[in-house]
């Protein structure tokens, strides 16, 4: 029994499709807070119950028979996460799981400029002291996650924006995919393992892709980051949710993104789509 959570969000979602195309249906589990959401998986054979990393005791109903348990890291900036986190590993643990997966995220750091880093990295811990085999899927920056970054670039041909450096953004249905193999294959992956593109990317790098790909001139204009967070809360972003995007582009300049791993590739067994294959999705071009 394979029990995932989050697979009524898109990632964990298109995770288990791909698992119902390896394994028979009763051999795989959702734990989800609303199960409604989950009927479509349940309607084929898939067992879903409810729970939630706020209860640790639905979660290890939820949990209960599994071999391995894959688990969803949580985003919400006003939640505590690290001992929500610690919930859910708890849980699968006493429900008797051999292995846990969480799934992280590149760049993983106890102190750096982006914070979620530091939360992965507290989770990453509790995970080694867990006493049950775990995986952490450290992530890419997932494909879709650019865009925000870049501005109405396709309607000023600049991507004004502070300085920064590369990032292997990475499709997310390249992530669920490989996440199946390495549930459904028969080797284990020990500690933190990185699943990134192949190819790292500057903002200088996307404007030459798109350039290539909308026919016209696309200019890179590095701002100050003052300057530039303040012309994001003119244009209507909150100040802070400005301020937290701020701390991707320092960590992108440090180097906190800048490593290559084949790994996904050897998963998946191709090379993982590019950001001109993302960013040509994204613009129609």
């Known amino acids: 029994m394979i029990v995932v959570t989050g697979a009524t969000g898109a ?34 054979g898939v067992r879903v119950r409810q729970g939630s990393y706020e209860d640790p005791d639905a979660l290890r109903d939820s949990f ?12 919400d900036p006003s939640a505590d996460m690290v001992a929500l986190h610690r919930n859910a590993i708890e ?3 006493a429900a008797g799981a ?17 914070p979620p880093a530091a939360i992965h990295a507290a989770t990453e811990e509790i995970l080694a002291d867990s006493g049950v085999g775990w995986t952490s899927l450290r992530y890419g920056f997932f494909g879709h996650s650019f865009a925000p970054l870049l501005g109405p670039w396709q309607e000023t041909g600049v991507i004004a924006a502070p300085a920064d450096g590369p990032v292997p953004w990475t499709a997310p249905a390249d992530l669920s995919e490989a996440t ?3 549930l459904t294959g028969e080797r284990s992956y020990d500690g933190a393992i990185t699943l990134i593109a192949g190819e790292a990317v500057t903002l200088d790098d996307f404007a030459a892709i798109a350039s290539g790909l909308s026919g016209r001139t696309i200019e890179r204009v590095v701002m100050d980051d003052e300057e530039w967070v303040a012309d994001q809360t003119a244009g209507g972003v909150p ?31 191709r090379e993982p789509r590019g950001v001109a294959d993302r960013l040509a999705e994204q613009t129609g071009y």
């Open 11 to 44: 990632l964990n979602g298109a995770t288990v499709e791909h698992l119902l195309e390896r394994l028979p249906a009763d051999r795989i589990g959702i734990s989800a807070r609303d199960t409604a959401k989950a009927q479509h998986f349940a309607d084929r």
């Open 64 to 75: 209960a028979g599994a071999d391995q348990v894959l688990l969803v890291s949580g985003n």
């Open 91 to 93: 849980a699968a643990v």
């Open 98 to 114: 051999r292995r846990i997966l969480y799934t992280s995220q590149q760049g993983v750091a106890t102190d750096g400029p982006y």
């Open 180 to 182: 199946a193999v390495l």
């Open 239 to 269: 100040e802070p949710t400005a301020r937290f995007m701020l701390t991707m582009f320092r960590a992108t300049r440090a180097g906190h993104f800048a490593q290559h791993d084949p790994l996904l590739a050897e998963l998946l067994g």
